[in-house]
């Protein structure tokens, strides 16, 4: 009994050790070591049972009928073969069951065949009821044991073996008892039957074999255990180097952890290991937390401090087994930040919003996060169109109401997460995460929409507005904060070259455009110190008498390279770049001088730059301008824009009316652009108005442009202000300006911008104009009034000068 035991349990093991290792193969050797683990069952059972026959004394001669012996041999492992094919198949309760009656079955069949196998010198009765109720009894013992082995419970699956125990006892002690042997001399053996004796070596070569088996089925295990240990030993180390805490469970017990951990909950990684997973996260359900998916929790530190933390699980094959990876990240830093962006989000007292320097510490904050280094979003910078004449006009509280309803329309317009800031002035921001380049552009779709859409009414009064968009993706356009608000500003301000009231997202092409700028600059000022800059001459005609009264100056810049450039591609960049303050002097300085070699009747006009006006040194530099040309005050006509007066007024209007006492006479130039012209000439008292070219253009055949310049001939003869028509290109706008009492003609039609040398020449001649009706429509009707260059009279450089005069004008808009 001994014996079958200690053979018994070898087999077991043995079975079990190449089982494990069949569940670790893959493929053929899978299968090899299956029907190795199968027979090795089989030959368990079958020896075990046949060591307790051999030791069974019938108290007479004994012998085996070698067939039934050999068929006892197959039924065990056929069945235990097919049982365990069965349960591999599906491991739900009822399909193990099944699996276990077929083993038990198997095993019935060893026991009674095997004992029919026995033949002893008599007579064999068998109690039939016990034999029916031991095989009745025991099936289902069977197959509940296979059901605990594959339960996840693993209280449940230690049932398991006592309970086949128990099975396997009942079959073989009930087995025994019902048999009842009586001694009968006459019976004799068969004539191939074979003695105990000689059965004993078969039995003990079966258990030999087992034997080495369970060696073999050892090795197997020393072998998976170690590598189970290398692996875990390479995972920790790559675990150590994870700035995320790691956990590495086996149901719901930590089996190894990381160095991240350690640090972040104050547990050494030996404490960690063998510790139930909620000691750690008491609040977690692992087994509620779908793969892949992050849930936020709180972990326990070793002192009971508690850490927010997003956990990730995770199934991760490791040694042949599946094991759950748990990754845990510190919330700690997230949460300050963003309670920092909420303290951050509200210090404009005007709009409740941030200002500059949050807006900065925000971008700050949201570009230092690395676990957020991926999320992308983008820095859209909004610049209001017009708001400046909107202060002017209707005074700083309306401005200041425009500008809360601009920031509750922006408001309206972002969404949870995003914040809004507000520069400065009338310049605002959004920052708006999680954007991908469609989302952002559809973002400025709206803002621009927002901001033209609709009037704004404050007090009554309807304001139009508009608004220029630039944005700037993180991570793609710009990684630190600075950059990305220059590259945003770079495409705000491309927005505004587009013509307003549009966006424009960054590219690395507008760099190459700001080089080209700085190129530009750089000519200039070399133009300026190279004497690259001349000036041309346009004549303007008195409109009763048809002779030239006085001559815009317009400056031109001869480029070595490029020909003769137009101011409307360089001014923007001097006023930009301050070089207009020289430039703006030079021709100051030099239309004087011309000017004074002019016949005493004539006056020369002078364009100033409402950037000239930021210069103390204005006045005091017209003043030495006139005295070194010898020029008479009254010659001189400074034309200034709406622009002008757009700055701090108390100091322009000084410096206006101070010129204004040493008697130059100072012109409104481009009138009608402007947001409210109207208002600007209540405010200073103008000597003459020049009525802007595009209504000019559009004369005679657009009727409103003829109401307007009706209109505003019409006003500045009650206010007893003479009026310019420029831009008169062709015989009916001479016509029309003549008719509706123009004081000054200036246009192609009269003449081109000339040369001063020209200039002289056509002053010179007697300068009295031809006739309207006359032969020189649709070209100059000043006698050879040909300019070089730029102002040549190809219907191309017509157009330049079309589009030219548009940007100029924009400019003031
Ligand atoms: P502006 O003061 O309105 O000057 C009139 C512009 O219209 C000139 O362009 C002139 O050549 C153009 N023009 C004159 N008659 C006609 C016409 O019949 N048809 C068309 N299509 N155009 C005509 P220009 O010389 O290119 O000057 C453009 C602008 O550049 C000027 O506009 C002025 O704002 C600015 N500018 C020119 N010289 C100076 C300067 O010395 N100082 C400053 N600050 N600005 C200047
Ligand atoms: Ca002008
Ligand atoms: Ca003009």
Wanted: hydrophobic share 45%.
């Amino acid at each position: 009994m001994l014996l079958a035991c200690i053979v018994c349990a070898i087999g077991i093991y043995a079975s079990f050790a190449v089982g494990r290792h069949a569940a670790r193969a893959s493929g053929k050797a899978r299968i090899h070591w299956g029907v190795v683990n199968v027979v090795a069952s089989g030959c368990t059972a079958w020896a075990t049972h046949f060591i307790v026959l051999l030791a069974f004394e019938p108290h007479m001669p004994a012998a085996f009928e070698p067939f039934l012996t050999a068929v006892s041999l197959a039924c065990a492992i056929i069945g235990i073969g097919a049982g365990a094919t069965v349960s591999i198949t599906d491991p739900r309760s009822p399909r193990q069951f099944l699996a276990g009656m077929i083993i038990g079955t198997g095993v019935a069949a060893l026991h009674y065949i095997g004992q029919s196998a026995y033949l002893v010198q008599g007579t064999v009765s068998w109690d039939l009821e016990l034999v029916v109720s031991s095989i009745a009894v025991s099936l289902p013992l069977f197959g509940l044991s296979m059901v605990a082995i594959a339960n996840r419970n693993r209280r449940i699956r230690q049932c398991a073996a006592p309970l086949m125990l128990f099975a396997i006892a009942l079959l073989h002690f009930c087995g025994m008892a019902a048999m009842t042997l009586r001694y009968d001399p006459s019976v004799a053996f068969p004539s191939d039957a074979v003695s105990p004796q000689a059965v004993t070596p078969v039995v003990a070569g079966v258990s030999l074999a087992l034997i080495m088996l369970a060696v073999l089925g050892w090795r197997f295990d020393l072998a998976a255990k170690a590598r189970l240990r290398q692996d875990r030993r390479r995972l920790r180390d790559l675990a150590d180097v994870a700035l995320e805490g790691l956990l590495i469970t086996q149901s719901n017990v930590i089996v190894t952890s990381n160095s991240s951990i350690e640090r972040l909950s104050g547990f050494a990684q030996d404490d960690l290991a063998g510790r139930h997973v909620s000691a750690l996260l008491p609040h977690f359900d692992l087994a509620g937390l779908p793969e892949k998916e992050e849930r936020e929790t709180e972990l326990v530190g070793a002192t009971g401090q508690r850490i927010p933390v997003r956990v990730l699980r995770s199934e991760v094959p490791l040694g042949h087994k599946l094991q759950t990876v748990i990754a845990v990240r510190d919330q700690r830093e997230r949460l300050r930040t963003e309670a920092k962006m909420r303290a951050l989000a509200f210090n404009d007292s005007l709009t409740g919003l941030p200002n500059r320097a949050s807006f900065y510490e925000l971008l700050t904050l949201q570009t230092a996060v690395p676990a957020d280094a991926d999320k992308p979003f983008a820095v859209v910078l909004v610049d209001l169109d017009r708001f400046k004449q909107v202060n002017d006009t209707f005074g700083h509280l309306t401005g200041d109401t425009v500008l809360m309803q601009i920031a509750d329309r922006l408001r309206a317009l972002v969404k949870a997460g995003d914040v809004v800031a507000r520069l400065g002035g009338d310049e605002f921001a959004v920052m708006h995460s999680g954007a991908q380049a469609e989302a952002a552009c559809a973002l400025c779709v709206g803002i621009v929409e927002a901001c033209n859409s609709g009037t704004f009414v404050v007090d009554g009064q309807s304001i139009h507005l508009g608004a220029s968009v630039g944005f700037a993706l993180y991570p793609a356009d710009g990684g630190a904060p600075a950059e990305l608000l220059r590259n945003a500003d770079l495409a705000l301000y491309a927005a505004k070259a587009d013509g307003k009231g549009t966006y424009r997202r960054y590219e690395s092409a507008l760099n190459d455009k700001t080089q080209e700028r700085q190129a530009l600059e750089a000519g200039l000022r070399r133009a300026l110190t190279d004497g690259q800059l001349e000036l041309h001459y346009q004549p303007l005609v008195d409109a009763k008498t048809g002779r030239i009264a006085s001559a815009e100056a317009l400056v031109r810049w001869r480029h070595p390279e490029r020909g003769l450039v137009s101011p409307a591609e360089f001014i923007e960049i001097a006023e930009e770049s301050g070089l207009i303050i020289p430039l703006g002097n030079w021709v100051l300085r030099t239309a004087c001088a011309e000017a004074a070699t002019w016949p005493a009747n004539i006056g020369v006009a002078i364009n100033l730059s409402p950037v000239q006006f930021r210069d103390k040194a204005l006045a005091s530099n017209v003043v030495s301008a006139l005295k070194e040309a010898g020029l008479e005050p009254q010659r001189l006509e400074l034309e200034i824009t709406e622009g002008v007066l757009l700055m701090d007024e108390a100091r322009t209007l000084h410096t206006l009316n101070h010129l204004r006492a040493m008697h130059v006479r100072i012109s409104m130039d481009d009138f009608g652009t402007g947001y409210s012209s109207l208002s600007y000439i209540r405010k200073f008292p103008f000597d003459k108005i020049k009525i802007d070219q595009s209504f000019v253009r559009n004369i005679p055949h657009d009727a409103e442009s003829v109401g307007i310049v009706r209109a505003i001939i019409t006003m500045s003869a009650c206010l007893g202000l003479p009026t310019t028509m420029e831009g008169v290109e062709t015989a009916e706008q001479f016509g029309f300006a003549v008719s509706e009492g123009c004081s000054a003609i200036q246009g192609y039609f009269v003449s081109r911008p000339v040369p001063a040398a020209q200039l002289r020449t056509l002053l010179g001649h007697d300068t009295l104009c031809a006739s309207v009706e006359g032969d020189g429509v649709g070209r100059s009707i000043l006698a050879d009034s040909r300019d070089e260059g730029l102002d040549s009279a190809s219907s191309d450089e017509l157009v330049l000068q079309h589009s030219a005069t548009d940007r100029s004008i924009n400019r003031y808009a």
